[in-house]
């Protein structure tokens, strides 16, 4: 097997889960989270020469990643938005456990966010540093941290409005 | 009421999605990857035919006025002027970093998205413009022998034809792109200021 494969094969291992989430948060389609997972990886096998001297592999994927769902733009059909709510609302309740549906809940919290929160949150609840996710987001560190701040406010707020309905 | 804490193992508790397993990612890489080179391969061959075909009717075929030669000149630049913004286009979406941080890059997108309606708008009267004389002055000669009626229908035809591309075609491809274009822009600014 070439080597850029072997390459390749073990960043998918390693960061493929992460970027998953990150793509389900933002559009909380399972399809849709698939294709961006797909395009990001597209992405990297592209420019992985570039990369190879980057300290933080991490860093990089993620940026393409956060990048590739900014930029997923078919909006006509699919504005990432407005699309989890019908999802969930077609989740039959009495089929799902209770962790599924608190899962379920809380990506429907998410869906209600702003684009770019719903990126910060899925970096921030995947435990990565907040160093990490200024460079990945481009904001200050300080910035991002009262940036944070709100974003897990207003999330918790919505959980707990959801939940009592 | 529950805290952030609660939440956060509900996230790292959540079952493992249905999610494109590493053999298909890198299936689907590969084809990706020849799927792009195949688009730009079938464009570029399609074009290179057809200045071709247009070529060997300059080469083969003797005409006696400089004006026909001239208007096959101006139909083969037009052509060349097309290839031309073809791979300058493939060659700025290829520059852009995803790499760099997402403000930035959004910035990027919205120039270009600016520069495409900007010069896609003009530059279809350019080559219409550029089309139609070029075809006006091939015609000039090769009708020349023609029967009156052929003439009229030949002119007929191609005026049609480049007023129905102009009027019909032309307004709705641009109408639909332009919707596309303003809806990507209204959401890149969107996006652009949640970074700030």
Redesign the interface.
């Known amino acids: 097997m070439a080597e850029k494969?072997i390459v390749?094969?073990q960043i998918?291992?390693a960061n493929?889960?992460k970027i998953?989430h990150l793509c389900?948060g933002y559009t909380g389609d399972?399809d849709a989270?698939?294709d961006l997972?797909?395009e990001t990886?597209?992405?990297v096998?592209?420019?992985l020469d570039?990369?190879r001297n980057q300290a933080m592999i991490s860093t990089?994927i993620y940026?393409?990643a956060?990048?590739?769902c900014?930029?997923y733009?078919r909006?006509?059909k699919r504005q990432a938005k407005d699309e989890l709510t019908p999802l969930i609302a077609e989740t039959k309740i009495e089929e799902v456990s209770e962790?599924?549906e608190?899962?379920a809940l809380?990506y429907k919290c998410i869906s209600k966010l702003?684009?770019?929160?719903r990126i910060i949150i899925t970096m921030v609840?995947?435990e990565l540093p907040y160093p990490e996710i200024a460079e990945?987001?481009?904001?200050s560190e300080g910035n991002l941290r009262v940036k944070i701040f709100r974003i897990?406010q207003k999330?918790?707020e919505l959980?707990?409005q959801y939940?009592r309905l | 009421m529950k805290d952030f804490d609660h939440l956060m193992s509900v996230w790292q508790e959540q079952p493992k999605k249905d999610q494109l397993s590493v053999d298909d990612a890198l299936k689907q890489v590969k084809k990706g990857m020849s799927g792009l080179s195949r688009k730009l391969f079938w464009n570029i061959t399609g074009m290179a035919i057809s200045l071709a075909g247009i070529f060997v009717v300059m080469v083969f075929f003797v005409f006696n006025s400089w004006v026909t030669y001239l208007g096959i000149f101006i139909i083969l630049s037009t052509m060349v002027l097309y290839v031309i913004m073809m791979i300058r286009d493939y060659r700025i979406i290829n520059k852009q970093d995803i790499t760099i941080n997402p403000a930035d890059y959004l910035q990027d997108l919205k120039e270009y998205q600016k520069n495409r309606a900007k010069v896609y708008g003009g530059l279809y009267y350019l080559y219409v413009c550029l089309i139609s004389g070029g075809l006006l002055l091939y015609f000039y000669e090769v009708l020349q022998s023609a029967s009156t009626m052929f003439k009229i229908l030949a002119y007929t035809l191609t005026t049609a034809w480049l007023l129905f591309c102009t009027f019909y075609l032309k307004g709705r491809f641009v109408k639909s792109e332009q919707d596309k274009l303003n809806l990507m822009i209204d959401r890149l600014i969107r996006l652009q200021n949640q970074f700030d």
Request: aromatic residues 16%; proline residues 0%; charged residues 30%.
């Open positions: 494969e390749f094969k998918f291992e493929s889960k998953f389900y399972d989270a698939n997972l797909q990886f597209l992405k096998w592209q420019n570039k990369f990089w940026r393409i956060v990048n590739t900014l930029t733009l909006s006509e962790k599924t608190q899962v809380l702003e684009e770019s929160e609840l995947d990945i987001s481009g904001i897990k999330l918790t959980y707990n939940e």
